[in-house]
């Protein structure tokens, strides 16, 4: 029998793992980005298995003086994996750009929602001071006042208002049944056990309903784009400053234009006018404080109040991630 | 030549000679340093660089305009191919970019003694903690007496000299990639190739 070529009896030498690495970091660097970077390295059969991993940079700002101050990593871990055909030494599996776009989105998004529920239970009794006048639209406050003052509420009690439909308005409420500030028997709304204890306990009207505020707040912060609605713009601002002070490890102080920018990305432009009220409010009821360095007002979150913040537990995951 | 004389803050006000590039910090919560690093370079041929010509023919855009020429996100950072060069020596009009791997500090410190500054890749994350994270961009400046690149950091500062052995670990995880950016005089102003 004739014998093969030694040429097609020759085999392709599989990749090491050195040249896996090397050929991965190449592939992350041209089509994914700068910032992610490769991970641990599993080796099968036929392929090298390698995590994409993101240290996400973030430059902690002086405002002060306008120079940053220090780098920090916020480790966001595995956001995705390569596959390397280990003979072929090619690509065959791999997140696309967006995709990994977006799980780095979600991540920090993450980070700041954590900040923001933690931020609503350590300043629940501060929030619930804020004057119910500057509220945003939202049905909670007003059906929580109905209750308080006239203790219960038929559903077709709100059919008289065509902008907004009962039952629509009671799937809004039931984050305060959640928390037991109320009950919903069919179609009556009657005060929950929490809300009874809380009338119990103070005599005047506006302390009941900044007392159950400061409950929802509390226990209901999972329900955070309810809370949002509630609280609005304060909380926006509360974030910005909180969790610039979680990056830095500290309350760092924030010019004003620091924060119209980032509030911008949140809020349209005619709000802005309304910024520094929303601040001074906030340093009335105890969420912000301000300082003047050279000739500028600064803001920024109070210290004590951080310290709460970090040793809640809702921030024990995004404290990982800062380590 | 676009060069002035400075004293190393950290370094004892060691003196050394670095071009005129201008410092921009990246923006405080985004990937932006290739586009930081480029505006640098940009500015530094607009405004300093010893040629009229060339001053006048380069444009100067703001970092979101760069970011956009050179297809940035906020989470990803830049895609560092030949295509990125592509991209920037059409938007640079005057100015040619060559992506090069394999580079050595003497052969960048070469550039910087014609008047020629030059973006270095590095593990940005490797050089400040010593663990390998994503690349980072920087401009080569100028070299400190002991041979230390200097570089202007948009994380960090201005005239940031780096140890060269930790610098050149840092740089060879990212194979020693370097942008260059050059003058093109076969370039005619209005943007055509004689």
């Keep these: ?323 | 030549m676009a060069k002035r004389k400075v004293l190393l803050i950290g370094r004892n006000n060691e003196p050394a000679e670095v071009l005129m590039v201008p410092w921009f910090p990246q923006h405080d919560t985004d990937n932006l340093c290739f586009p930081a690093s480029l505006m640098m370079v940009m500015y530094y041929y607009s405004d300093y660089y010893e040629n009229a010509e060339i001053n006048a023919a380069t444009p100067k855009m703001s970092l979101d305009q760069i970011a956009d020429m050179c297809l940035c996100s906020r989470e990803n950072g830049t895609r560092i191919d030949n295509d990125l060069a592509a991209r920037i020596s059409e938007g640079m009009r005057a100015l040619r970019a060559t992506l090069k791997l394999g580079y050595s500090l003497e052969e960048v410190r070469k550039h910087a003694e014609k008047g020629l500054p030059t973006i270095l890749i590095y593990d940005g994350h490797y050089l400040l903690t010593g663990l390998r994270g994503g690349a980072h961009a920087g401009v080569y400046i100028g070299t400190a007496k002991n041979g230390d690149p200097i570089l202007n950091n948009p994380w960090v500062s201005s005239l940031v000299p780096y140890p060269r052995p930790k610098f050149e670990d840092a740089w060879d995880i990212r194979r020693r990639r370097a942008l260059i950016i050059e003058p093109v005089v076969q370039k005619k102003i209005d943007g055509e190739t004689q």
């Design chain 1, 1 to 323: 029998m004739p014998k093969e070529p030694i040429q097609q009896r020759l085999k392709d030498l599989p990749l090491t793992k050195r040249d896996a690495e090397q050929l991965a970091e190449e592939f992350v660097l041209e089509q994914i980005g700068s910032t992610p970077a490769i991970g641990a390295i599993r080796e099968t059969d036929s392929s090298f298995v390698i995590d994409i991993e993101v240290s996400y940079p973030r430059v902690i700002m002086d405002e002060a003086t306008g120079e940053p101050r220090k780098t920090r990593f916020i480790e966001l871990g595995k956001i995705g994996e390569l596959v390397i055909d280990k003979f072929k030494g090619q690509v065959i599996d791999r997140p696309r750009y967006y995709d990994v776009q977006n799980a780095i989105r979600e991540k920090m998004n993450f980070i700041s929602e954590s900040v923001e529920k933690a931020l609503v239970r350590v300043a629940a009794d501060q929030f619930s001071l804020l004057p119910f006048a500057v509220h945003l639209h939202t049905p909670v406050i007003d059906v929580l006042s109905w209750l308080l003052l006239r203790g219960s509420l038929q559903l077709h009690d709100l059919d008289i208002v065509p902008a907004e439909p009962a039952q629509k308005l009671i799937s809004t409420l039931q984050p305060l049944e959640q928390v037991r500030l109320i009950d919903i028997r069919g179609e009556t709304v009657v005060p929950g056990p929490i809300l009874i204890g809380i009338e119990e306990r103070f005599e005047r009207t506006d302390k009941q309903l900044s007392a159950a505020l400061a409950h929802y707040f509390r226990e209901g912060y999972h329900f955070i784009d309810s809370i949002r609605q509630v609280l609005g713009p304060h909380l926006t601002l509360s974030s910005i400053m909180y969790e610039r002070a979680v990056e830095s490890e500290e309350p760092i102080l924030l010019s004003l234009q620091q924060i119209e920018k980032d509030f911008n990305t949140f809020y349209r432009a005619e709000r802005l006018l309304k910024l520094p009220r929303y601040l001074v409010q906030l340093e009335a009821i105890g969420v912000a404080e301000k300082e003047v360095r050279s000739g500028t007002t600064m803001w920024r979150g109070l210290p004590a109040l951080y310290q709460n913040l970090r040793n809640e537990e809702l921030l024990e995951p995004v404290g990982r991630m800062f380590a």
